[in-house]
């Protein structure tokens, strides 16, 4: 894809497919939330206790993807190695999975420190994180809605450094970003479905994301969007468990109680 006989570069590829992902993804789980069974919370709740309309969701998402693509696109005009594309595809499994990994430690750690400082920093949170917590409830599509400078900030700087350090070139960025998009609009889906892939191999998931998102949970759960490490290491993790509601589905609560803290 990186030859001249190709239609699509793979810069443009990994500047705009990951956007085309998230609304496909998020729109499948979308599709998926009147599964009474499995959601954390009621559809009632999602209606009544969020703090912004979906309307004003989804304007925000945009924003933030017109940005990104911004970013995206000047990030790969001044690293310019479009030539090594072409190698990638002779790229060993090991070379490859060498660097998703630190990419997923770059943007893990990135977004950790930015996160946490924006709920400890008074002013930051009442003016730019709160936006995202208006979302008490979170929901697939709403896995994106920040302040602007928070989108840039957490993520298309984050999403930056990771593929900088890692040295993946712009093919691999297509696939990796594509994954981290599916991650994170899966850990706002507000469901908890059998077999989810991503609940078997990640502590982090929409349970876990779905804790921080409550008023008791705001001083934990910071990780984000791959694994727990950071929080566990700095003594902001919170365990839950997971309970059936009566009236169907599931409820995170916190296996201690932090509430007080």
């Not at 069974?37 to 309309?53: F, G, I």
């Not at 017109?66 to 190698?87: C, H, K, P, R, Y």
């Not at 697939?140 to 298309?156: K, V």
Request: glycine residues 8%; proline residues 3%; hydrophobic residues 40%.
């Amino acid at each position: 894809m990186g030859s001249e006989n190709n239609y699509v570069s793979d810069e443009l590829l990994g500047t705009f497919l990951p956007i085309v992902v998230y609304w496909v993804y998020s729109g499948l789980y979308t599709m998926l939330g009147g599964m009474d069974n499995y959601r954390l919370h009621s559809k009632k709740d999602e209606d009544e206790k969020n703090l912004v309309s979906k309307k004003e969701v989804v304007k925000g998402v945009f924003l933030q993807q017109v940005v990104q693509a911004a970013v995206a696109t000047l990030l790969f005009a001044i690293t310019g190695n479009d030539g090594e594309s072409d190698g990638d595809q002779y790229a060993s499994i090991f070379v490859l999975g060498r660097q998703f990994f630190v990419a997923m430690v770059m943007l893990d750690t990135w977004q950790y420190f930015m996160h946490r400082y924006m709920h400890q920093n008074k002013f930051l949170y009442k003016h730019i994180h709160a936006q995202h917590h208006r979302l008490i409830v979170p929901y697939a599509f709403g896995a994106l809605y920040n302040h602007p400078l928070e989108g840039l900030i957490l993520d298309t700087i984050g999403g930056a450094l990771a593929f900088l350090v890692s040295g993946m070139s712009p093919r691999t960025s297509i696939f990796f970003f594509s994954f981290a998009t599916i991650k994170t609009v899966d850990d706002h889906c507000g469901l908890w479905l059998p077999g989810n892939l991503f609940h078997i191999f990640f502590k982090n998931n929409s349970a876990y994301h779905d804790i921080h998102h409550q008023l008791y949970g705001t001083k934990f759960n910071y990780s984000q969007p791959f694994f727990v490490t950071w929080d566990r290491i700095l003594g902001t993790y919170m365990p839950y468990e997971l309970e059936r509601r009566p009236e169907g589905g599931f409820e995170a609560k916190p296996v201690k109680d932090c509430k007080e803290h």
